[in-house]
């Protein structure tokens, strides 16, 4: 399995996270409320000014293999909600095809959980994902999320509607599973 590192997505990962998106599908599939294609320096810049302040309501990150220091991955904590003690992982995506299935979204999932229940003291970190991605489902399904609804045909792409799931994990799970 590949040790994973989340280290904070910086600006001078702007190219290589443009490189990694390269159709609009993508775009749609993977963060179509916060971006359009083609990706652009000033998409991510905006992006990226929501982790500055004080009390950033998103901590972004880039999943790094520890053995040879490539990036692999990207993932996000958004919406974080310190009054409410609530979360949600959004935007992730593994670099290439040919490295899913090895591990790398389910040691990100849980590191970026790790975060959120023990550094921020979360009490709820959701997260959507559209039905048709049964490999995103069974690796959230592995590290502890728990589907709790299910939103049929809510998001219009075209002539198409696409249903998703809004799954979560409580505080008292995540430490169960981490004893």
Known sequence: MIDIELRPFEREDFARLIGWVTSADLIQKWAPLVFSYPLNESQLENYIQTTEGDKPNRK????VDTKNNAV???IELDRIDLKNRSATVARVLVKEPALRGQGIGTEMVRKILAIGFDRLDLHRISIGVFDFKKEAIACYEKVGFVKEGYLRESWRVGDEYWSFY????LESEWKALNI
């Open 72 to 74: 692999v991955a990207h």
């Open 60 to 63: 972004i990150f880039k999943a």
């Open 166 to 169: 809004i799954m979560s994990m």
